[in-house]
């Protein structure tokens, strides 16, 4: 069988700002929660490494631009540090305008069209400090760094997002000890969702003043949800998790409201956020033009037993429960699901039901631990289980493609191997490799194997 890709299609890779640009205090940048929770704990960091050791994309964009059109890749999607954009938050840092705009043009003269992310994880500790997504400021102030981004480097971006998996800065943050500020609560956590999704919609408002000659959209992490069995119970923690993890931020970004079912699911359990008036009317003004989609792994549930709940509802665990699908293939080296059907199932998911609405996929990929041990005599990493998974999930994106789903493109996590929150360089993602050491680039078996796929713009059986 042979599968083509569409002529026109982004082939790519991921990042963010805080996990490759280092530079943490050059040019005027100023700190981040990440920054400040390494200082204060830095034991909950992999190997205590925090995040001031990246690829260090601040020194070397140039070379890393050369480096992916050298394997193909014609587009590349990172992040604008919001802490180096506008240190405090209202005046602009005109280094770092300098240097976002020499780096997206270095890409630009590679033909490597740069996909730009406003936040990705990285709050800004001054805003931390004021209450962060909890504090409603925080809308404002988000609306006016993205302002700030498409007046700055409007002209040499044409795809901007607002967030990146939103779901996640929520749960990890506010209903575990992942993210700052490390709270458990989650009335606290639906209010925090309820204020990303006025800030995505704030953002989109100012991308349409400027009138600017280009898209926006938002990056969601759009798992799909299996249940254990065909059961009520099964199903109804189903529509639960999906409505929570999945349909609480895509209905917003898409529809430009909040779905009934979730809201009656909300008030059900006494959980509504405080919701104030013109809330409503903003979330509708923040329909996108498109969406990434990352996927990494699907989430599999089952129904909750009475004995397993808590009363007051204090997580989300009340709803739906992890099901462990005894048939699942694993990718053993990071222990998470390899489940490449569901990105076939996400992107019929966006065509059946939320208008065929043009996404790419802005994340997926394999991480590997200890990757090291898969070189060969020449230094080379022989990442056959990377291209494999690659393989696997570009024949579902061709499949999803040829039954008319609008997905414009393919990016791999991540382009050279980067920091990772709490798990620093525990996992390894990238087409090429980084020396811990020297910040040297190698290329990986995985970088000459998409190289040739994009050259024949068909899979390589
Ligand atoms: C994605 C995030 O969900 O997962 C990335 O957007 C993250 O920021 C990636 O690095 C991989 O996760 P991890 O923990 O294996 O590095």
């Known amino acids: 069988m042979t599968h083509t890709f569409p002529e026109h299609f982004f082939w790519g890779a991921a990042t963010s700002a805080p996990q490759s640009e280092g530079g943490q205090y050059a040019g005027g940048r100023s700190a981040s929660t990440w920054d400040k929770w390494f200082e204060l704990e830095p034991e909950r960091f ?6 001031e050791v990246t690829s260090d994309v601040y020194n070397r964009y140039r070379e890393d631009a050369k480096l992916m059109s050298d394997i193909n890749l014609n587009s590349y999607r990172t992040s604008i540090s919001w802490n180096r954009l506008l240190p405090d938050g209202k005046t602009l840092n005109e280094e770092a305008v300098a240097f976002y705009r020499d780096y997206f043009q270095s890409l630009r003269d590679e033909g490597v069209e740069p996909i730009m992310n406003l936040f990705h994880f990285d709050m800004p500790w001054w805003l931390m400090e004021k209450g962060g997504w909890e504090s409603r400021e925080s809308i404002d102030h988000f609306a006016f ?4 981004a498409f007046e700055q480097f409007g002209d040499l971006i044409t795809y901007w997002t607002t967030f990146n998996e939103p779901i996640v800065h929520v749960t990890c943050g506010y209903l575990g000890e992942y993210h700052w500020p490390k709270v458990n609560s989650l009335k606290r ?4 969702a309820h204020h990303t999704n006025l800030a995505h919609a704030a953002a989109v408002v100012e991308y349409r003043k400027l009138g600017l000659d280009g898209q926006i959209g938002n990056i969601l992490n759009l798992s799909p949800v299996y249940p254990r069995s065909q059961s009520e119970g099964d199903l109804k923690a189903k529509k639960d998790a999906e409505e929570l993890h999945v349909k609480s931020f895509l209905e917003p970004t898409v529809k430009g409201k909040y779905s009934d079912y979730l809201i009656d699911l909300l008030r059900e359990h006494d959980l509504l956020p405080v919701v104030e008036e013109g809330d409503l009317e903003l979330i509708e003004k923040g329909k996108v033009d498109f969406l990434g989609v990352n996927y990494y792994q699907p989430i599999r549930v089952r129904e909750v037993e009475e004995h397993e709940k808590t009363y007051p509802v ?3 665990g009340h709803f739906s429960r992890h099901y462990d699908w005894p048939e699942k ?3 053993k080296y990071r222990g998470w699901e390899i489940y490449p059907e569901g990105i076939y199932d996400i992107a019929m998911m966006i065509k059946d039901e939320y208008g065929n609405l043009p996404f790419y996929i802005s994340e997926n990929g394999m991480g590997v631990a200890e990757e090291e041990r898969f070189m060969n005599e020449d230094g080379m990493i022989e990442d056959d289980y990377r291209i494999e ?4 999930h570009l024949e579902f994106v061709q499949k999803a493609i040829a039954e008319g789903a609008n997905c414009f493109g393919y990016h791999l996590w991540t382009f050279v191997d980067c920091w990772s929150w709490l798990n620093s360089y525990k996992n390894r993602y990238g087409f090429y490799r980084m020396d811990l050491e020297t910040g040297d680039r190698s290329i990986k078996k995985s970088g000459k ?6 050259e024949e713009k068909k899979l390589l059986d």
């Open 189 to 192: 956590a639906i209010q925090v």
């Open 449 to 454: 194997w998409i190289k040739k796929v994009i």
């Open 46 to 51: 992999n190997a205590n490494i925090g995040p």
């Open 145 to 148: 760094y993205a302002k700030t």
């Open 389 to 392: 998974f690659i393989h696997d």
């Open 329 to 331: 293939r694993m990718n």
């Open 314 to 316: 204090n997580s989300l």
